[in-house]
């Protein structure tokens, strides 16, 4: 991506990694989503909803995150896409309206996230990736602020989202290989 990207662009980054184990273990390390929160830099802990104890499809959880400027808050994370050992997205969402009014329909989303597992020879390739928006979250609030450097932002946090990605795959390919 340029530097003239623009919130409205839906920016995005992705990550990968290889993991030396099979689908079927990167799977489960995937779907443990507790497990995944201890790899991550924002997500601290999990709540499941309505009775779901692990990623399904329309199954919903309460993320509690931490972030240096945007503070602690609850998301609403919904699994929009559950192939089995292949495919995993959620959107997430601003449930307590934080960043705007409170959302919970799918078209307010803050961000996308997924997971796409790919086998590999000898492994699994992990792909991890996200698309902000196209609803409000703490990224608008900080460019409602800084308009003039919206661009200069975006790439700050593409950056930082990249880094999270990072720590996440990496807690996951430790999490899997282990397991074999």
């Known amino acids: 991506m340029g530097d003239d990207v623009r919130y409205s662009d839906r920016p995005s980054t992705e990550r990968e990694v290889f993991v030396a184990a099979e689908p079927a273990r990167v799977w489960a390390a995937v779907c443990d989503v507790e497990e995944l ?50 495919l995993l997205t959620w959107a997430v969402l601003d449930v307590d309206g934080r960043f705007g009014e409170p959302a919970e329909a799918l078209e307010r989303r803050m961000a996308t996230w997924s997971f796409r597992l790919t086998p590999a020879d000898g492994g699994t390739l992990l792909h991890q990736s996200t ?36 720590a996440t795959l990496k807690a996951v390919k430790e999490a899997a290989e282990k397991a074999g």
């Open 37 to 86: 929160a201890k790899g991550s830099p924002e997500l601290m802990r999990t709540e499941w909803l309505d009775g779901a104890t692990g990623p399904a499809l329309g199954a919903r959880y309460v993320g509690h995150n931490e972030h240096p400027v945007a503070g602690k808050g609850r998301t609403l994370a919904h699994i929009t896409e559950f192939e089995p050992e292949r």
């Open 131 to 166: 698309v902000i928006g196209p609803g409000p979250s703490g990224l608008t609030a900080v460019i409602a602020r800084m308009p003039e450097k919206e661009e200069a932002v975006i790439a700050y946090r593409l950056r930082e989202m990249g880094e999270g990605m990072d």
